[in-house]
């Protein structure tokens, strides 16, 4: 009788195993970085401070591309530049992504992709460092102010890159390029002055019009420099070039949304077209008809 069991739970565990078989075939994704002048290429040497652009192709094999993941590894440390989720299955992966060289004598980029079937290609390119130093000029908008979401009389919406502001009846036409909004809520109880971008599920909700426009660009805030205070209100006017910019910005420790933005708060970010920038928080009421005032440095 025993014998018999045994032999049942074995066809059980042969059959269930064939089943997964059959629902997760393996599957043979492909990466490839663009080729042309366009693009950083294998073996380049670019300065400290000088721009890094990559161009990505990916295709799942028959199934959605569901993450890319982008890994700057030098001789002390691993960096993780990128860890994002998606679902692109017509197709396949088209994009480009910029960064900024670092003091490392050589960097290898790795590029990383995964299927939903979880099977994973990757790509590497190494990348030296140039004579000299690239760090570039920046713009500087002095007084960005905006509402939050019961706000009825300033605007929400802000394009970082002009420090032009934009609200319900003058943002058609305008959309594709907002990197910016806000709303106020309680996070756990606790008062939460928030920053957040169109491309955040959470921004929709407090801006429900942000659902119908047909690009919503995902801005990435740098919430361990902000939290730790680790940025003096001093360095940030001091800035003169993108150095601090591109240097304070911690790319393990991001997010859509940046909370507890408080008054003095420095907050870094980059922008979905790979533009690096800090914050100052000039003012910042504490509930939801109230206003942000701003003062942002990015990169020209």
């Not at 591309?65 to 998606?86: A, C, P, S």
Request: with cysteine; glycine share 8%; aromatic share 12%.
């Amino acid at each position: 009788m025993k014998v018999y069991k045994l032999f049942i739970v074995f066809i059980f565990l042969c059959f269930a195993f064939s089943c997964a078989e059959d629902e997760l075939p393996e599957t043979n994704p492909f990466v490839i970085l663009k080729p042309g002048a366009e693009y950083t290429q294998n073996g380049t040497s670019v300065p400290i401070g000088g721009q890094i652009k990559f161009g990505i192709s990916a295709v799942g094999d028959g199934t959605a591309i569901t993450n890319l993941t982008i890994q700057r590894i030098t001789d002390k440390e691993i960096i993780t530049e990128l860890d994002q989720g998606m679902y692109i299955k017509t197709g396949g992966l088209d994009t480009t992504v910029t960064f900024v060289k670092g003091p490392a004598e050589h960097e290898t980029w790795r590029f990383i992709i995964m299927n939903g079937h979880r099977d994973t290609a990757s790509v590497s390119t190494i990348i030296y460092l140039g004579e000299g130093s690239a760090y570039g000029e920046i713009d500087y908008f002095p007084s960005i102010i905006i509402g939050f979401q019961n706000n009825t009389e300033l605007p929400y919406y802000v394009d970082l890159h002009t420090g032009k502001a934009y609200d319900n009846t003058t943002i058609a036409g305008h959309e594709p390029s907002i990197d910016l909004t806000s709303y106020y809520y309680l996070s756990s109880g606790k008062s939460s002055p928030t920053l957040s971008c169109p491309g955040y599920e959470t921004a929709r909700y407090y801006h429900p019009e942000i659902s119908s426009w047909s690009v919503q660009n995902s801005t990435l805030y740098d919430y361990e420099t902000t939290d730790y205070d680790l940025i003096a209100t001093e360095e940030f006017d001091a800035a003169q070039n993108d150095s601090l910019l591109v240097n304070a910005y911690i790319p393990s420790s991001v997010s859509g949304t940046c909370k507890y933005c408080y008054t003095d708060k420095i907050i870094p970010f980059k922008t979905s077209d790979g533009k690096y920038g800090l914050i100052k928080v000039l003012h910042a009421d504490e509930f939801d008809t109230g206003y942000m005032e701003l003062a942002v440095k990015i990169q020209k």
